[in-house]
């Protein structure tokens, strides 16, 4: 069997440019699956090219807890007083203090699937990640990435819940 490679358009959503980016590489025929970030400025725009080439790619929900505004509210150890995200530093500092609890993250976690619901968008996965970065930008000093594949699970996209 000859090896293939699948290219994953990550951050649709996040911004304008991203969004003009990931379009061109999916009307190009590049890209077999993209993340959206529902929390992103630009989610409305991302969401209708996620409905558009729904039919030839994989959409997933980019879930994200490090950039942009909580849609579960504030949390402590996960947001600011006004429900911005902390920057990740703090989240990881946070963290060996036993925040935030996982009712928080659940509570974000319901809340972005709930607004990519209010979009229309099914989704085929979750991803997410972690990333940290050095005083220069451009210089990742760790990255932790994960992904749940939803379909084999027999689990509804649309209705996220288990087929019986």
Same mark, same amino acid.
């Given at each position: 069997?000859?090896?293939?490679?699948?290219?994953?358009?990550?951050? $649709?959503?996040?911004?304008e440019?991203?969004n003009r980016?990931?379009e061109?590489?999916?009307?190009a025929?590049?890209?077999?699956?993209?993340?959206?970030?529902v929390?992103?400025?630009?989610?409305?725009e991302g969401?209708?090219?996620?409905?558009?080439?729904?039919?030839?790619?994989?959409? @997933?929900?980019?879930?994200s $807890?490090t950039?942009?505004?909580?849609?579960?509210g504030?949390?402590? @150890?996960?947001?600011?007083?006004?429900?911005?995200?902390?920057? $990740?530093?703090?989240?990881?500092?946070?963290?060996?203090?036993?925040?935030?609890?996982?009712?928080? #993250?659940?509570?974000?976690?319901?809340?972005?699937?709930e607004?990519?619901?209010?979009?229309? $968008?099914?989704?085929?996965?979750?991803?997410?990640?972690?990333?940290?970065?050095?005083?220069?930008?451009?210089?990742? #000093? @760790?990255?932790?990435?994960?992904?749940?594949?939803?379909?084999?699970? @027999?689990?509804?996209s649309?209705?996220?819940?288990?087929?019986p």
């Amino acid at each position: 069997m000859k090896p293939t490679v699948a290219y994953h358009a990550d951050d $649709l959503g996040h911004d304008e440019a991203a969004n003009r980016g990931i379009e061109r590489a999916l009307a190009a025929g590049l890209v077999r699956s993209v993340s959206v970030r529902v929390v992103g400025d630009a989610v409305d725009e991302g969401a209708a090219i996620a409905r558009r080439y729904r039919d030839r790619v994989d959409v @997933g929900l980019h879930f994200s $807890l490090t950039e942009g505004r909580a849609l579960g509210g504030p949390a402590e @150890g996960l947001t600011d007083l006004l429900g911005r995200f902390l920057p $990740l530093p703090v989240l990881l500092a946070s963290a060996t203090l036993g925040l935030p609890h996982a009712a928080s #993250i659940r509570r974000e976690l319901r809340a972005q699937l709930e607004r990519a619901r209010n979009l229309d $968008l099914v989704f085929d996965h979750l991803d997410g990640r972690l990333a940290a970065n050095e005083a220069r930008p451009a210089t990742t #000093i @760790g990255v932790v990435g994960w992904r749940v594949v939803v379909r084999p699970s @027999g689990l509804q996209s649309r209705g996220w819940r288990r087929e019986p």
